[in-house]
């Protein structure tokens, strides 16, 4: 039986008298890293018989419809009261006088003490050292805190320093440029600092829930800084792109653990996987600077034919990567029926390259429609000429269009040119030929940051063109 609580300056011992239970260490690596982290002991390993007492978890976190008080699931500690722990360290050179137990044990050890009357002075003694070591691991972890806190904060001040002067110097620059060639537009300050800072708090928060991992940000950061430098409306797509992408990723992801075999906790992203899907977006925001320099304009083929094609391109090329996105996270979660392949039409395992859903293709049109939407949200709030421009209305239906069509060349391609099988050890989908895994589709030609590359080149070069003929007159 469990005999003391691993909890520091926590003094509860088993009784069966008292109404306190004692939970074992989960024996899931990920809970176990976790429980370790909140109960805030430095170098502390817990063993196989290293207990947590009940007082530590709120209620919410226990199972009572058995007969027993068991831990849920998902439980985790949560109560601690760090700060009377240190309290009575600091009072421990002051308090001889008091009985031992007293001192540093508490009353449970005390109420212990009384009762058996078989403890020996030299175990009591042992006791009192082992809970004094647990005190003093205690205040060392919270120094280390306290510590790190202040390195935090010292260097997020170095980093908004630093990033003030970067945006003053591209603002100077600007600003030389223009001078010099006498045709250039200059870029405000304002315009500069929001377009570095954002997308580095953006990029840092990603970063922290796993969303990015260490070259994902640092090529998440380029293409948010073109992008929003050159239009809000294309950050906004973008952030909108990203944000809903990342939720869904992490959404259901135990489901998705036992179908996918690369599943990443929280969908981390590498510079590949941000390059195949935002280097087409940073190619047209960059030739849209150079056609028409940094800012918001209405889409208008009449007026400005060039510009407007270079945004519908840009807003198909988000919107076919969220429409894809959208389509292989929800569509594998929330579909009742078995995904066929676009191909054969033939039913295949869930998580197979080409396979689609009813639910996977409403999702993809969602998603697209969503970018739309943020896109001529953006335009409303940023644009001043649109009672003279053509409607903006239809770049919402552009966009879900987009997303709908991206889905399909994208499930086209991995039907066809990405390798899928079937291992029939785990019951999982491989993405590579092995020798346990049997073929289920596609050839291994490409893999799914190439198709997802691909998808959105094509929908970026197509639908622009067929948009302008069908785009309405001012």
Same mark, same amino acid.
């Given at each position: 039986?469990?005999?003391?609580?691993?909890?520091?300056?926590?003094?509860?011992?088993?009784?069966?008298?008292?109404?306190?239970?004692?939970?074992?260490?989960?024996?899931?690596?990920?809970?176990?890293?976790?429980?370790?982290?909140?109960?805030?002991?430095?170098?502390?390993?817990?063993?196989?018989?290293?207990?947590?007492?009940?007082?530590?978890?709120?209620?919410?976190?226990?199972?009572?419809?058995?007969?027993?008080?068991?831990?849920?699931?998902?439980?985790?500690?949560?109560?601690?009261?760090?700060?009377?722990?240190?309290?009575?360290?600091?009072?421990?050179?002051?308090?001889?006088?008091?009985?031992?137990?007293?001192?540093?044990?508490?009353?449970?050890?005390?109420?212990?003490?009384?009762?058996?009357?078989?403890?020996?002075?030299?175990?009591?003694?042992?006791?009192?050292?082992?809970?004094?070591?647990?005190?003093?691991?205690?205040?060392?972890?919270?120094?280390?805190?306290?510590?790190?806190?202040?390195?935090?904060?010292?260097?997020?001040?170095?980093?908004?320093?630093?990033?003030?002067?970067?945006?003053?110097?591209?603002?100077?620059?600007?600003?030389?440029?223009?001078?010099?060639?006498?045709?250039?537009?200059?870029?405000?300050?304002?315009?500069?600092?929001?377009?570095?800072?954002?997308? +580095?708090?953006?990029?840092? *928060? =990603?970063?922290?829930?796993?969303?990015?991992?260490? $070259?994902?940000? @640092? /090529?998440?950061?380029? %293409?948010?800084?073109?992008?929003?430098?050159?239009?809000?409306?294309?950050?906004?797509?973008?952030?909108?792109?990203?944000?809903?992408?990342?939720?869904?990723?992490?959404?259901?992801?135990?489901?998705?653990?036992?179908?996918?075999?690369?599943?990443?906790?929280?969908?981390?992203?590498?510079?590949?996987?941000?390059?195949?899907?935002?280097?087409?977006?940073?190619?047209?925001?960059?030739?849209?600077?150079?056609?028409?320099?940094?800012?918001?304009?209405?889409?208008?083929?009449?007026?400005?034919?060039?510009?407007?094609?270079?945004?519908?391109?840009?807003?198909?090329?988000?919107?076919?990567?969220?429409?894809?996105?959208?389509?292989?996270?929800?569509?594998?979660?929330?579909?009742?029926?078995?995904?066929?392949?676009?191909?054969?039409?033939?039913? +295949?395992?869930?998580?197979? *390259? =080409?396979?689609?859903?009813?639910?996977?293709?409403? $999702?993809?049109? @969602? /998603?697209?429609?969503? %970018?739309?939407?943020?896109?001529?949200?953006?335009?409303?709030?940023?644009?001043?000429?649109?009672?003279?421009?053509?409607?903006?209305?239809?770049?919402?239906?552009?966009?879900?269009?987009?997303?709908?069509?991206?889905?399909?060349?994208?499930?086209?391609?991995?039907?066809?040119?990405?390798?899928?099988?079937?291992?029939?050890?785990?019951g999982m989908v491989v993405n590579s030929p092995t020798k346990e895994a049997k073929h289920v589709a596609g050839k291994?030609?490409?893999?799914?940051n190439a198709v997802n590359l691909f998808s959105s080149v094509l929908v970026a070069l197509l639908l622009p063109t067929?948009?302008?003929?069908?785009?309405?007159?001012?």
């Amino acid at each position: 039986m469990p005999t003391n609580c691993a909890a520091a300056g926590c003094a509860n011992t088993y009784n069966k008298h008292i109404n306190i239970s004692f939970h074992r260490f989960p024996l899931d690596p990920k809970r176990r890293k976790e429980w370790v982290r909140l109960v805030r002991r430095k170098n502390f390993v817990p063993g196989k018989h290293t207990f947590l007492c009940s007082k530590h978890f709120e209620a919410s976190c226990f199972d009572l419809t058995g007969q027993t008080r068991r831990l849920k699931m998902d439980a985790v500690p949560t109560i601690f009261d760090f700060c009377t722990h240190i309290k009575s360290m600091f009072q421990l050179g002051t308090t001889e006088a008091l009985p031992p137990s007293k001192a540093v044990l508490g009353p449970a050890v005390e109420h212990r003490r009384k009762t058996a009357h078989g403890m020996t002075a030299p175990r009591i003694q042992g006791v009192q050292l082992l809970h004094t070591k647990r005190a003093l691991f205690s205040m060392t972890d919270l120094d280390d805190n306290i510590c790190q806190r202040y390195i935090e904060m010292i260097t997020n001040i170095v980093v908004l320093s630093l990033i003030i002067c970067i945006s003053l110097a591209f603002w100077i620059m600007s600003m030389t440029a223009s001078t010099y060639y006498g045709n250039l537009r200059p870029i405000s300050p304002w315009r500069w600092l929001f377009s570095v800072i954002v997308p +580095v708090v953006i990029v840092c *928060n =990603g970063f922290k829930k796993k969303s990015l991992d260490h $070259s994902g940000a @640092l /090529g998440a950061l380029v %293409v948010g800084f073109i992008l929003t430098i050159a239009n809000f409306s294309f950050f906004t797509s973008l952030l909108m792109f990203f944000l809903s992408s990342s939720k869904l990723t992490k959404w259901k992801g135990e489901i998705k653990k036992r179908v996918d075999s690369e599943y990443k906790e929280g969908g981390q992203r590498n510079w590949i996987q941000v390059f195949c899907n935002g280097a087409v977006p940073t190619e047209l925001a960059l030739l849209y600077m150079i056609e028409s320099g940094p800012g918001e304009i209405p889409i208008d083929f009449s007026k400005q034919y060039s510009a407007s094609w270079m945004c519908l391109s840009l807003l198909a090329a988000l919107a076919c990567s969220a429409g894809d996105t959208w389509a292989s996270e929800v569509g594998p979660v929330l579909s009742k029926s078995p995904p066929r392949l676009i191909t054969t039409w033939k039913k +295949v395992p869930v998580g197979t *390259n =080409g396979g689609v859903t009813v639910v996977g293709l409403t $999702s993809s049109l @969602l /998603g697209g429609t969503f %970018v739309g939407l943020t896109y001529f949200l953006t335009q409303l709030a940023f644009v001043s000429d649109l009672d003279i421009s053509a409607p903006q209305w239809p770049i919402i239906a552009f966009g879900g269009l987009a997303g709908l069509l991206g889905s399909i060349v994208d499930s086209y391609l991995g039907a066809t040119m990405q390798f899928t099988g079937l291992d029939e050890s785990t019951g999982m989908v491989v993405n590579s030929p092995t020798k346990e895994a049997k073929h289920v589709a596609g050839k291994p030609i490409l893999d799914n940051n190439a198709v997802n590359l691909f998808s959105s080149v094509l929908v970026a070069l197509l639908l622009p063109t067929a948009a302008w003929g069908f785009w309405p007159r001012e």
